[in-house]
């Protein structure tokens, strides 16, 4: 099973969306919904899209106020409970960028300084690591010196997603560092790799320690652990397959995150506060850094638009997506593998957030009209997050 964003059933799910929004109820007023309420959508969500299991939780002005699960965990039957252990996905992304931002308040990173500083070797001379990534390819192109962490983490690297989706599944640059947006988990493990090898910091445990243990998440890490066999969801494809829950054994800052639905809530209740961040910093991460230029996010390294067919308002942030709304200013982070829907909606002004795991890829059609039940008009333009069918 692939375990990057946007899988080969992404066209069919986008073909879903309009149907699922219909058949769910228009968005409520701004107030908290009821648990009742959450209910009452999760399951027409279920119903409209199929899907067999669905983890929602509610964070209003910075306190997790809700955290329901729906629905299987597996084939069996058994119950998704709040905390089944499920694959995060790229939602892994948005935890890391917050996870920089505290190194850059430590004076350990910086968002400006070329990466390749942080390192002893050249990158290229650290050749092609199964653990990390193709750095052998740049050789001939010494742009890698230019990648800094913030072109990380608004993906401007010029990396495509991953280099063994390339035909040739060499690493290789597409345009300048820092020129626009092109989602690339490849830059992600760039950062990680230049932490780790470069100023010796095991990514997992220090993640584990700043933020996992001090916030109470039991259910959560970097990398697989056996006790998570208790109570794990397996997840359910487009087409209705079944898809064993995949025992990741390396930390992968791209992607690599198992947690729960009472753990992602707890993470995102401390992001809108804030938790642990310097007032400048906390506002970066969900601040426009560079404007998005695509009609779309998947595929990547698609043409920009012309400047009158962009999405006025969309940005990248630090890890997250930044979009201005009737709320005010939003971030987004979504996660996708072909088994896998999440997605975390947060308004920044009044410390709101939806966040929804789901463990099954057909739930992701409901989301656009979900996430507006849920917090009210958000304004985020779905139709780049998800585009139509072709």
């Known amino acids: 099973m692939a375990s990057t964003d946007w899988g080969m059933g992404m066209r069919h799910m986008a073909g879903l969306i309009a149907g699922a929004a219909a058949m769910i109820a228009s968005p409520v007023s701004a107030a908290v919904p009821s648990k009742a309420r959450v209910t009452a959508l999760s399951g027409e969500a279920m119903r409209s899209t199929g899907a067999k299991g669905l983890a929602i939780a509610l964070i209003d002005n910075g306190r997790v106020v809700s955290v329901q699960a729906f629905g299987a965990r597996n084939a069996k039957g058994d119950p998704l409970t709040p905390d089944t252990v499920m694959y ?10 917050y996870y920089a931002l505290m190194l ?3 004076g350990k990173l910086r968002l400006d300084r070329p990466v390749a500083a942080m390192l002893p070797r050249p990158l290229p001379d650290y050749g092609n690591l199964d653990d990390y990534g193709n750095w052998g390819d740049l050789a001939s192109d010494e742009r890698w010196k230019r990648i800094t962490a913030r072109h990380i983490l608004t993906h401007a690297t010029g990396f495509a997603n991953f280099a063994f989706i390339e035909p040739d599944g060499k690493l290789k640059f597409h345009f300048d560092p820092g020129a626009r947006y092109a989602y690339s988990g490849e830059g992600i493990i760039l950062l990680q790799f230049a932490l780790e090898k470069g100023l010796g910091i095991n990514v997992g445990a220090d993640v584990q320690r700043r933020i996992f243990t001090p916030l109470g998440m039991t259910n959560t890490s970097l990398m697989w652990r056996p006790d998570f066999a208790r109570n794990l969801a397996d997840g359910w494809e487009a087409d209705g397959k079944v898809e064993p829950h995949d025992e990741r054994s390396r930390v992968r800052a791209a992607g690599s995150m198992d947690t729960s639905i009472s753990d992602m809530a707890k993470f995102a209740a401390a992001m809108v506060r804030g938790w642990r961040l310097k007032p400048a910093t906390r506002k970066a991460y969900a601040a ?6 695509s009609r779309q996010q998947f595929p990547t390294l698609l043409p920009e638009a012309l400047p009158k067919d962009r999405w006025p308002g969309l940005a990248a942030g630090l890890g997250v997506i930044s979009f201005t709304g009737p709320q005010g200013r939003g971030l987004v982070k979504g996660g996708h593998n072909d088994s896998t829907a999440n997605m975390m909606v947060c308004i920044m002004a009044k410390r709101r957030c939806v966040v ?12 656009p009209t979900l996430v507006d039940s849920l917090l009210g008009p958000t304004g985020f333009v779905w139709q780049w997050e998800y585009p139509p069918s072709q």
Do not use: C, H, M, Y
């Open 104 to 106: 850059v308040d430590e």
């Open 288 to 293: 426009p850094q560079l404007a998005i230029t």
């Open 88 to 97: 995060g996905a790229s939602l892994t992304k948005a935890l890391f960028g």
């Open 356 to 367: 929804i795991l789901s463990n099954d890829v057909r739930a992701e059609a409901a989301f």
